[in-house]
């Protein structure tokens, strides 16, 4: 296979928080791969496109077919390698034709924003899946950041959390639409965060 698979990372979502080499890919791309929104705001005309849907062995046939005659660009929100399309990719793909380019996870910029160190932090997601209970111990001083969804929104967490023997005075941010004009981050209690602040798919920062 002679032409690459390239992953590019855009970051939490605003522009401005894509790094250049995948603007690059992106603006000089034949093939352009990414959800609806992203193609509106990114792809420009001469393009070709396919959005990504529920059906991602549809994703994976279009960029078969259109390997064999161009690279194909893949945005993925965030940074690649945290709960993206790559994973797929690699089961459909040999590794030697993927080239991924980093971005800024919506994890990472959530942190930053906040001002907290979290390389001492463990990384969870309740978005479509649950956390084990051993994953979600709680001891003085942890930190965990996790993905939400419309199930487990940032009251549904911070209820799981208490009753999994969390500390009701932890404090909990509470980050969406991260990067955007409308961005909002809330600190609380997590006692609070069961009834107010509610938010679903953002980043809920919990530090013990």
Same mark, same amino acid.
């Given at each position: ?50 959005? *990504?849907?529920? #059906? ?6 279009? *960029? ?49 924003? *906040? ?19 051993? #994953? ?30 969390? #500390? ?41």
């Amino acid at each position: 296979m002679e032409h690459k698979i390239i992953v590019a990372g855009i970051g939490p979502g605003a522009k401005e928080y894509v790094i250049p080499m995948a603007m690059q890919a992106i603006n000089e791309a034949k093939v352009l791969v990414g959800g609806t929104r992203v193609l509106n705001e990114f792809s420009h005309q001469g393009q070709k496109t396919f959005a *990504i849907k529920a #059906d991602i062995s549809a994703v994976m046939d279009f *960029i078969k077919v259109e390997l064999n005659d161009n690279d194909v660009v893949v945005m993925v929100s965030g940074d690649p390698g945290y709960y993206s399309l790559l994973s797929a990719l690699r089961k459909n793909f040999p590794l030697e034709n993927i080239k991924v380019i980093p971005g800024l996870s919506s994890m990472q910029t959530a942190f930053a924003k *906040i001002a907290l160190p979290w390389q001492e932090a463990s990384l969870l997601s309740f978005h479509g899946r649950v956390p084990s209970d051993e #994953d979600l111990k709680y001891y003085p001083g942890r930190i965990i950041g996790m993905l939400t969804d419309n199930k487990f929104n940032s009251n549904a967490i911070a209820t799981y959390l208490i009753a999994r023997g969390w #500390d009701k005075n932890a404090r909990a941010y509470i980050c969406s639409r991260l990067s955007y004009p409308d961005e909002k981050i809330v600190s609380l209690s997590l006692d609070e965060a069961q009834t107010k602040a509610c938010a679903s798919h953002c980043v809920m920062i919990v530090e013990g």
